[in-house]
Structure formats: C-alpha cells, structure tokens
C-alpha cells in the first residue's frame, strides 16, 4: 500500500484518537462515571457492615454507605459481595472498582492498594464465655480462638502468638463460617469486632458471649486501586463532606449503636 501526505495524516488522527481514548478510560472516575454504575466489594457476611435483613435485602453499614456514595456519584449501584480474603484481589483484577468492606487501613495493605480518609473505625476484640478469666493475651494460654483468614484479627493474632505460644488459632474462609463456629458452641472464642459480638449473643442468648479485652482499633476507609489520583480525590472530598454533614455518622450509629470517634468528625 503506497502512503501519501493525506493518507499518513487521517492514519496520525486516528492513532491520535485512539490513544485519547486509551488515556481516557484509564480514568477510573471518569469510567465509572461513564458506565454510568459502580461496582462496590462489600462483604455480606460481615455484620453489621454487611449482611441480609429479615426481609433478604442487603442491609449495614457499609450497604448503606456505599447506597450514599453511589447517590452523590450519580451512578447505579451494583454491590459485589466479598469475603475477608477476597477483597484485595477482586479489586486487584477489576471485579469492583472500589472496597468498602470494614476495610482497616494496614500497612501492608497499603503496599498494594490505596485507601480513601477513613470514614469509621473497627475496634477488634477478644470476646468468650462470660464466666472465663480472660482479660489479656496471656490468659488464653490453653485456649483455642476462632477468627477470619486475612483480616486484621488474624494479623493481631498471629503477632500475639509470638509472645504466648501456647493458644491455637482456628481459621475459617469468612466472617459467617468464623461466626457460626462460635454460636453453635465448635469454639468458645473469637477474635472479632465488639459489634459482632452483640449480634451473635441476639442469635444465641445462650452462648452467653461478651468482650473480654480489645486488641486494637483499627480505622477503615474506601479501597482502590494504586494509581488513580482522580477518584482518589473524589473519595476523599466524599467522606470528609460525608462526616462533616453528619450523614456517615447516623449510619454508623445505626448499625454500631455508637458514634464515630469525635476526632473524625471535626
């Protein structure tokens, strides 16, 4: 095929175009924005941040989080559910465009994604037998705690088995499996948010659970990918105007029965 100055000049254009439009949908904002939906990993299993109510609708905190933040996007909501170990690869390979997941902002986490401002905290937990001495890490010498692979109660546990060597740690693949395990009497123990433990002992008044020490409080934010300053920005400016207005504080008090911390909301 012979190229002459016209023919070299609409294929320029259209090479031109086309990286235009590469560039443009590496926007991950302005895709989203585009699609005119966005995909938000929520995990289902993990309440109150997520579960099914009475009436099987996707009910909790980061539900109704992730409903506001679709609504102030201007976009659909497609909520993809997730487990604790799944988060960070569904959103790695572009099964959701962001996480909003109890998602505590970690170090290590943050080697591979980026988190929005945090908009609530996860304060995580020891919680067994009402009746047991148990009020430190020490007093589980001989004691078996069920917790969720991957999430930050595992890490604090496994961190605390340095020390005392002689607990057992029981894994399972996501909140509900870990939660079952303790309301059906397989294990006394767990590590968990407190606000779990408030709804296993609804389930199961006879287990007769409470909290028996904190681990640690851990804040959480909105997960994304590395590399997109534009909805980066975005997420941030929501959550800050979000706590500001008060909007994401009357979600967590729903769910929580409890506010955020008054530091957030300033």
């Not at 023919?7 to 990286?19: E, I, K, M, R, V």
């Not at 080697?111 to 067994?128: F, M, Q, R, W």
């Not at 433990?197 to 959480?220: E, G, I, Q």
């Amino acid at each position: 095929m012979k190229f002459n100055r016209r023919t070299f000049s609409a294929l320029a254009a259209l090479l031109l175009g086309a990286g235009a439009t590469v560039a443009h949908a590496s926007n991950a904002l302005e895709t989203i924005k585009q699609r005119k939906k966005i995909l938000i990993a929520v995990d289902i299993g993990s309440l109150p941040y997520g579960m099914v109510d009475g009436q099987a609708r996707q009910a909790g905190s980061d539900v109704d989080a992730a409903r506001l933040l679709a609504q102030d996007m201007g976009v659909d909501l497609q909520i993809v559910p997730v487990t604790g170990p799944n988060r960070v690869p569904f959103l790695l390979t572009r099964k959701a465009d962001i996480v909003m997941a109890s998602f505590s902002i970690t170090e290590d986490r943050k080697k591979v994604v980026d988190y929005s401002e945090p908009y609530g905290v996860v304060p995580i937990v020891i919680a067994g037998p009402a009746a047991s001495a148990v009020a430190s890490f020490a007093d589980l010498a001989g004691k078996t705690i069920a917790v969720t692979r991957g999430t930050t109660m595992d890490q604090e546990l496994t961190r605390a088995r340095k020390d005392v060597p002689s607990f057992t740690i029981v894994r399972y693949e996501d909140d509900s499996t870990s939660n079952t395990a303790v309301v059906t009497g397989q294990q006394d123990y767990i590590a968990t948010p407190p606000s779990v433990v408030m709804a296993l002992k609804k389930v199961n008044p006879s287990r007769d659970l409470v909290v028996k020490f904190t681990m640690k409080t851990n804040p959480y934010g909105v997960g994304l990918r590395k590399n997109e300053p534009e909805l980066k920005a975005w997420l941030d400016n929501w959550v800050k105007t979000n706590l500001k207005n008060g909007k994401l504080n009357e979600i967590y008090i729903r769910y929580h029965g409890m506010p955020l911390p008054a530091d957030m909301l300033q």
